[in-house]
């Protein structure tokens, strides 16, 4: 097998890591400098994060569900996206999977909601 | 635009899947609709009726099974004999697991706890401990198990059947974690089998990623037609196959990959400990089956040796720790260990005679280990389940019936005449002595002697010594205990006496398509 298909890939890495170099050397020459609690963070994003909760690090299990309900949301566009763009070749049987998909997740969707999983407090 | 080429449904053969996974949607819907007082009794009654036609379903097939149009759902999945007994076999088992779930005159609430996530000892748990009705999310959790089983065992490529045991497992993780007593114990079996399973599955899938380099495809005829051709980098495919096997000798216990059996045993609620005990068992054993007979059969004399080992040293481990054990659960963890190990020596011994045997001890093991953990949710005490060994001394003079019914099964673990166990064993070493493994069988028998120790033991506690202050009272079951106690040894004394009928199926079952 011939080695020259996997030049691009050999020029995505070189790219790649001329970007990283590039960003990060050029950063304490031109970046302001403004400092505040926030920056200090692990992740810095500029938003101070919630305070952590008393006693052995606990999180309230609040932010647990809103993770869960975002996965949830998040894999239903993942397959709709491809779904709707091949749609004409997918006709009706691609349709009605993609119904019962949907209905499946709304299952777990009126299931977070009736049992209070959308209230925050 | 051209129109994709659809794949072939035949939504029949999927009906007992269906089935199962449409009644776990209406289960999740009653949770969110119905009144917490009357959802156990819902619950019950919809998941009795989606498995009474899921069964319908798999007989009415059973009749008509034709080897061209085995394959469905775009050749994704095998509806054959084998996957149809596994099926039926998971069924049937699921069904008596499902009664021990839905059992609520043992203690207040059922043995599920109300809010898994409220933090263990605090005010707000010893509130709902004693007070609060438990939770019964575990029926459909457990019917969506059940359908990830269903079509473990009929998955005719790795793909699918990964999916598969995924759907499967995950139910799996959450059931552990929600026993209504020793609750930091039951959330901790829950984690290790979690983070276990997890490896376990990703072993699984870099087995897949392995065979697929291999063959250039994934399902079991191209592996099959490739191994056969001798073509490819054969190295692929027995880092793959090794790979794969890490992945479903973890989920059958077999040692050295057993380490969370005991723990996860011990700490997850009784019930879901039988459900995990049968069901988990004969899907595992399935999936084994079909991956080693229909995908990689032609590399039989590289792989043999290999599983060997791990059978000797499985039934080694089982049988040693467990009389090391003083817990009940944790012995019959181990003992289930051992069982797998026996199960193996059949998956060993090949040809139409070991897979018979295999699916014989499946559904046998099956129903005496549901009876034994019906039983050990009746021992309790003050605290909930009274498991400790010494706990047990005694309880022939308390309540002699519940007593008798245990040493039977018992006795039925250890392999005596008149017992399901016998006949399965007997036909498990007869099939390994036909396949040549008469080494396999030595280190079987010796194994069973050691084995028997530790039942024998529990035997003689029971009967022999004087009952003291601290043994527990036996409780009255309900009818649901009652009834799954009840098939569970009524299937152990039936198989035992006249084993002839499943024999017979499980012989007329033993082929697989490919």
């Known amino acids: ?121 | 635009m051209d129109k994709l080429k659809l794949p072939d449904m035949d939504y029949v053969a999927l009906l007992p899947m269906l089935a199962l996974f449409v009644a776990a949607c209406l289960g999740v819907i009653i949770e969110a609709l119905v009144p917490r007082r009357f959802r156990n009794i819902i619950q019950l009654v919809l998941s009795i009726v989606a498995l009474a036609v899921a069964m319908f379903f798999v007989v009415k097939q059973s009749g008509e099974v034709v080897a061209s149009k085995a394959l469905t759902a775009g050749g994704a999945i095998m509806i054959d004999h084998a996957a149809l007994f596994l099926q039926g076999a998971l069924i049937v088992l699921g069904f008596v697991a499902l009664l021990l779930f839905g059992e609520r005159s043992l203690e207040f609430g059922g043995p599920f706890v109300a809010q898994a996530a409220v933090t263990v000892g605090s005010e707000r748990d010893r509130e709902q401990t004693g007070r609060e009705l438990g939770s019964t999310e575990t029926f459909p959790l457990a019917l969506f198990s059940l359908s990830g089983m269903l079509l473990f065992v009929s998955a005719n490529d790795l793909l699918t059947m990964f999916v598969a045991l995924e759907v499967f497992s995950l139910p799996l993780y959450l059931l552990c974690a929600l026993a209504r007593r020793k609750r930091l114990l039951s959330q901790e079996s829950a984690l290790k089998y979690f983070l276990l399973g997890a490896y376990a599955s990703a072993f699984f899938l870099f087995g897949v990623a392995m065979v697929y380099g291999f063959a250039k495809a994934v399902d079991f005829k191209a592996i099959h037609a490739e191994a056969l051709l001798g073509e490819g980098n054969s190295l692929l495919l027995i880092i793959g196959l090794a790979l794969l096997a890490i992945g479903l000798l973890f989920k059958v216990a077999a040692a050295p990959f057993h380490v969370w059996t005991p723990d996860v045993y011990q700490g997850a609620p009784t019930p879901v400990t039988a459900f995990m005990a049968s069901c988990t068992k004969v899907a595992a054993f399935g999936g084994l089956l079909r991956v080693l007979y229909v995908g990689f059969d032609g590399l039989g004399w590289q792989f043999t040796p290999v599983l060997g080992a791990i059978a000797a040293l499985t039934v080694l481990v089982g049988s040693i720790l467990a009389v090391t054990q003083t817990d009940l659960k944790r012995l019959l963890a181990y003992s289930s260990v051992a069982n797998a190990g026996y199960i193996l020596i059949g998956v060993i011994a090949g040809q139409q005679l070991g897979l018979t045997s295999v699916l014989f001890y499946l559904v046998a093991y099956g129903f005496t280990v549901i009876a034994a953990f019906a039983l050990i949710s009746l021992v309790r005490d003050a605290d909930g389940e009274a498991t400790h060994l010494s706990r047990w001394a005694g309880l022939g003079a308390r309540s002699p019936l519940y007593a008798g019914i245990f040493t039977f099964i018992l006795l039925a673990f250890a392999g005596i005449p008149l017992t399901s166990g016998f006949i399965a064993k007997l036909s498990v070493f007869g099939a390994a002595i036909d396949g040549g493994q008469t080494w396999l069988v030595i280190i079987g028998v010796i194994t069973s002697i050691i084995l028997a120790f530790p039942y024998l033991r529990v035997v003689v506690m029971m009967w022999l010594s004087e009952p003291g202050e601290s043994t527990p009272s036996v409780s009255i079951p309900g009818g649901l205990t009652s009834t799954a106690l009840g098939i569970g040894t009524l299937a152990t004394l039936v198989f035992g006496v006249v084993p002839g009928p499943l024999l017979d199926l499980a012989e007329k079952a033993s082929s697989f398509v490919r």
């Open chain 1, 1 to 121: 097998m011939s080695l020259s298909a996997y030049v691009p890939i050999v020029w995505l890495l070189a790219l790649a890591a001329a970007f990283g170099l590039f960003s990060v050397g050029i950063a304490p020459f031109v970046g302001p400098r403004r400092f505040n609690r926030a920056k200090l963070e692990a992740y810095e994003c500029g938003i101070e994060p919630t305070p952590q909760p008393i006693g052995g690090g606990r999180f309230p299990v609040k932010f647990y569900l809103t993770a869960m309900l975002f996965i949830i949301f998040d894999i239903e566009i993942i397959f709709l996206y491809p779904w709707a763009v091949s749609f004409d070749m997918l006709g009706v049987f691609g349709f009605f999977e993609m119904v019962i998909f949907i209905i499946t997740v709304a299952i777990a969707y009126a299931y977070v909601w009736r049992r209070g999983g959308l209230e925050w407090d």
